[in-house]
């Protein structure tokens, strides 16, 4: 494991992928901590900061150009806008806590550990910066699987809480 291949990236890329690291880590407390409390509704609005800065320096990043300069994983980065727009608007506009609950925990699931699963690919930097740039398809595949059982698991036992 070597953090060259991630410090010496553009600027964009260094921001994109610290926040993305620091919003994986609170969403993930946050997820499983006592919901309502000062330090949930603080960590949360942290959270939020994280994601919107996670998805705004993802469209400074074009190394894949497949339209324009964006590529299939930009849709990412709408995918977050919404998710946080609707869970924003239900809670404060609405109070409804379901749907703010089924928001987040959508966006936390799909905007962090699906999309960055894919992170790891040969040839991605995340890849380089985990398992080195010559380790190959097998320590990625072993990730990416593991991520979308844990994705697939966690949708499982967390979604049907939003129907409360």
Do not use: C
Not at 9 to 27: E, K, Q, T, Y
Not at 106 to 131: E, I, K, Q, S, W
């Amino acid at each position: 494991m070597s953090l060259d291949p991630l410090l010496e990236a553009d600027l964009a890329i260094r921001i994109h992928a610290f926040s993305a690291i620091a919003a994986f880590a609170i969403g993930g407390f946050v997820l499983w901590r006592r919901k309502g409390t000062t330090l949930h509704k603080a960590l949360g609005r942290l959270w939020v900061v994280l994601m919107l800065v996670v998805a705004t320096s993802s469209l400074f990043i074009n190394e894949i150009r497949l339209v324009g300069p964006f590529s299939p994983i930009h849709i990412f980065a709408v995918m977050t806008y919404l998710g946080i727009g609707q869970a924003l608007w239900a809670i404060r506009v609405k109070r409804d806590v379901a749907a703010h609950r089924a928001n987040m925990q959508g966006t936390y699931l799909g905007a962090l550990l699906l999309a960055g699963a894919f992170t790891f690919l040969p040839g991605r930097r995340m890849h380089d910066v985990l398992f080195g740039p010559d380790a190959g398809w097998t320590p990625s595949l072993i990730v990416i699987g593991a991520a979308l059982a844990a994705t697939g698991l966690l949708w499982r036992r967390l979604m049907p809480r939003a129907a409360d």
